[in-house]
């Protein structure tokens, strides 16, 4: 270890610490992090340290003093804790946004460090700050943020809709960018998620609408404003590797098993839980053979495409978000599978080519269709799900039960939460474009250290990397990039 | 994306969009998949939606209804829903299924997208016949399927038995093939199930035999019958390369670390479950330490073979199928376990390439050796464990609850039921190889696309293929073959 | 199948059955396993079986009997079983012992075989062996140790502290020596948490004490007492490759995801495990957040290191290990792992080549910023935690909970408690170093197969390994190894 650090410190020509080289005709750019990068980390930390010092603590079920609270709550026997009916989904919403998302960007060839570890980084950041402020809005009582098992869940939901951002700037964001982008699309999804569940009294247990709409056309505004004209100069590193697309399944397989835990995390116990996860698995089962059908279909030459399968084949877990938990009925989830398997590879073949060439977004892992589409229709589903319901379908208390019509909203009627839910689409997109326009624009500012159009989606300009035979071969095929400095 | 996706397409011969360039003295094939693959996938999931919107609906404890169905049960609190208690189980399954399976057989050197990606097709396609016809045989009621979380661990553990069949023809058959096959093993799985557990009324919780022994002797029946003479003209791409071994890997150890949940997943609640995983994990253990010693003693230069850690280290998890649940006792289960991996390994070693010259079985995954032989022997331990049980051992009641030792079979004895267990055996036999012989004699049938023995075990066929160095490196030594085109 | 194991086995010279080539001044070393490997393997897994014959039986909740137990204690639930409290909890932390070490220890480019094939290997043993240890120590009645799934949740821990110790001998041992040492320390371990535990009555829920301080330095003693003075020889090998840091990311990213799992998999149900997953988690998420800052920090070009990021973040598990059950408080967790993050990190830049150049300890995978310091800071936090406790804070029962202050124990004072706690980093301290200098003169004994120094960190030696393309090139630069035998 000593020797191998050894001989990584003393790469790299002596001259060229903070500059990238200039190549071709693009302009050198500033993408030294060593102090940048330190301060924004070490101070939002010790923030981060100070908030909770301030604000949280542990929620009854999570405090010893709970062993007083039983008695008085009636409650007989510790394995009564929330913990053991929550935890175990937690883990899983867990695993696909670290392993899931992380591993999903890996596709690109030499992307993968910045892939799985910005994600990760972003994802601890987020997760801390989104615990604050999910709990100012949902959890604060007495002055005082009481965090439980759901809201850890809550934070990974929230820090998944900056995931999903990510996907459409992947490759030509500094670490830095990140981190600011996670700042602030934490804060908006907050906002945007109180106005849904608790101004418009909105079901969204899988987060159609609150993560992946908003999420998506948040992350697609970025992009948008920060269109790089000249991005081709990097095409040679735009695309995947064999052994990094094997990666890439990683991700696809860990988010597809685990989305009927996603979608079921936070309902209702008992058949509500039981119901999501069930609808989940539906959709995503059918959106598989629709995804490869069409994958096949739109290639001249019928052969399947490993972005397709990785991608498209998610977009029914997506589309359900909203209705998973509602009585969609296993076939209802079939439909919306087999719909959305076509419309994200469709998405993934005329679409995206037409939003870069068109409307300058250069989205780099499709979000628009994984994400995007699939969110609206996951949400429109939702509004027509609910609008649809009736009291013999869920019966006289689950019907109350399963769209809380209780207290203020107890004269709700179906038609009415129908339009409520989908007034919440459209609040989503609008909080999507306006923090979007925000964030991109404050992104765009020189201080952040962003890579030049010819090096993006190259891990070199912020990672150590090995000197491996597989780089070597890279660069005889990069001729004019030196092959050891 | 754009750049990369509009690279892609570029590729390819132009004049060559559907057959397979001649090699070698090899006849051509046609494997153009681009309307028979889509048309396959979309009308069978047309039919999937069709088949639920008639049939299926929700079980009980996941029906809205629920509410007022506690009532009446005197259920006093959500969390005594059965999601609780199958659930993580049900996800340690669907991993071993979609990533275990799948990565497992990515140990091919040019058959990684292959080997995950069609696992996931046909796993995909299915879980949903697997709900129907399961459906029709457990949980028909009142012209309706009721599904719960259950069904859907039933529903992968019949998916399973396709996966390892899959194994056998790893490499060697188009993806329509394998949607075929899925289609019939799935009813014939559930055939040879309602026989054994509702006829035979025959214990199998992990399934030895309903998944294990016929999915194996399925699986080598249908490779016997797509014998192809001139394999030997792809032996090429027959081995691993260093990272595809430890892609192979992740299979293996999810395989391996869930195996206990497998087995347990669909056993009775309280210590019969409980009793399946720890047996499962003794066995699992002891196989680990016989495969390394005999992986070594069977090499001429005493170094372990990556083929058999990967594979034989399972075989007492196959082996304790029938078992596990039973008062096996860990001293048991280990010496099930010792035993499997010698013979595991010891098939690898002398069976497979007997099998191969002299049966024509051409075992890819030496499913042989990692399911076929241990489901047997899986099979007969349960047997002999059942034949063997005492009230003693299980106490009065335990033993009536191990063996369901009510209604109609309030009078069966141990020794009875050890004789029905091993009628199992054989049934499972018998419809494995009736059903390969058909299933085999349709896929030999020249309309579905597969690969000529020259072109197997290579993605090129059915999959866009990044243009990467190592495939680069791969064309140096293939120099028939253009580099770029 | 057959024609690549053919290919296989025909490979090598042949007359260098068992004796590694001289290469440069090294002298050859019989590193021959086919005898030896197979006769420890077997005869151990021999003894295994007749040890748990004689001792090891199911304990009430897994055995048939628990139909009338369950009368007996008034449990009117076979939902109640502890198998449902335990089991994801279980399934987390073996998911880390076996993927999370094995992958994290695959960093090394041609090492991935060994590293987590040999982590299967002592894994698979030494959980057996731990079962029976801290079953005589723990659960033995009457003569037998009664196994639960609490039983296998402790040998994962204690295997987890030989994973430990593993990885600061990585790539310098045989397989032999790694199940030797896993004898020992397995041994060594249940003594150490009989004394900690049962006559200190001390709090460790996570293992910082236990699993961390006692595996690390006992690692480090033992490769101290293996120095290699010409293991610059094999510096080459030393050093990661692009592909293989990204399967270490997998390792990373599920040790990082499952540690609140760990440190709460065996606290008291309720409370105490909901607040040991959620103490865990922030300092978590703190830590890589100061790790990433100190990378860059660190690096002359700020750029990340892999090596950081892939260990130093995890160093806030460890370090909260001993006081996650505690009300340590969320922003308590917070500054510990902040601090971890720094500490660690910090020892990866400085300490790692200040402990190979001055003290001889050659920590391959620097288990000692790992484990090392941030198991002792674990202790110390938990020792200042516990002795910092009052009523108030825990409430009058749940204090007594939290330390079990009942029995012979109900006098003691938290400050009291907080110098037991002290007294047990002492005494495991000790333990490793006495253990690990006996383990390492152990094996240094020259009867074990262990490479010479220049053939160290190569999976070659020990295993099977396809020729592949990657090779190929790699021998291009390694001129003195023929690249086809």
Not at 406 to 434: E, N
Not at 451 to 468: K, L, Q
Request: with cysteine.
């Amino acid at each position: 270890m000593l020797l191998a650090l050894a001989r990584r410190r003393g790469r790299g020509p002596p001259g060229a610490l903070w500059m990238e080289r200039p190549r071709h005709q693009g302009m050198a750019k500033n993408t030294y992090m060593r102090w940048r990068l330190p301060l924004v980390c070490l101070l939002w930390e010790v923030a981060m340290v100070v908030l909770f010092g301030v604000f949280v603590r542990f929620g009854p079920e999570a405090d010893a003093h709970w062993e007083e609270e039983k008695q008085k709550e009636n409650v007989t026997s510790d394995i009564e804790n929330d913990f053991y009916y929550r935890y175990p989904s937690f883990q899983d919403v867990h695993v696909m946004i670290f392993v899931g998302f992380g591993f999903l960007m890996v596709f690109l060839k030499r992307y993968g460090f910045g892939a799985v570890g910005f994600n990760f980084l972003l994802a601890a950041f987020g997760i801390q700050w989104a615990l604050l402020m999910q709990g100012w809005f949902h959890s604060f009582e007495n002055g005082k943020i009481l965090i439980e098992v759901e809201n850890l869940i809550n934070a990974d939901f929230c820090v998944g809709s900056v995931c999903i951002a990510f996907g459409a700037i992947l490759g030509k964001t500094s670490p830095i960018q990140l981190l600011v982008m996670t700042l602030f699309q934490v804060t908006l999804f907050a906002v945007n998620e109180y106005i849904l569940l608790n101004l418009l009294h909105v079901k969204d247990a899988g987060g159609s609408m609150t993560i992946h709409t908003f999420g998506a056309y948040f992350g697609l505004t970025v992009t948008c404003i920060l269109y790089r004209p000249n991005l081709e100069q990097s095409k040679d590193k735009q695309g995947s590797m064999y052994h990094s697309d094997l990666f890439a399944m990683i991700g696809t397989l860990y988010l597809w098993m685990y989305w009927p835990s996603f979608n079921s995390a936070i309902s209702e116990h008992g058949d509500t839980q039981h119901r999501a996860a069930i609808n989940t698995y539906c959709s995503l089962a059918a959106c598989v053979l629709t995804t490869v059908a069409f994958s096949s279909m739109l290639q001249k030459k019928g052969k399947l495409d490993m972005v397709h399968i990785q991608n498209a084949t998610l977009a029914g877990g997506v589309a359900v978000g909203t209705s998973a938990e509602m009585m969609l009925t296993p076939y209802g989830a079939l439909i919306v599978g087999f719909t959305c398997g076509i419309v994200s590879t469709v998405g993934y073949v005329y679409l995206t080519p037409f939003l870069e060439s068109r409307l300058h977004i250069q989205d780099t892992c499709g979000i628009h269709n994984l994400h995007g589409m699939p969110g609206l229709i996951g949400g429109i589903v939702g509004a027509i799900t609910a609008a649809a319901a009736t009291e013999d379908v869920y019966g006289k208390e689950g019907f109350i039960k399963a769209f809380d019509f209780t207290g203020p909203y107890q004269t709700r009627t179906p038609s009415v939460q129908g339009g409520f839910q989908a007034a919440g689409i459209m609040v989503s997109l609008l909080m999507a474009f306006a923090g979007g326009a925000l964030v991109g624009a404050i992104l765009k500012l020189p201080i952040w250290g962003d890579a030049s159009d010819e090096n993006c989606f190259e891990d070199d300009i912020y990672w150590e990397v090995p000197e491996d035979e597989e780089s070597d071969v890279y660069h005889m095929h990069n001729p004019d990039k030196p092959a050891s400095p």
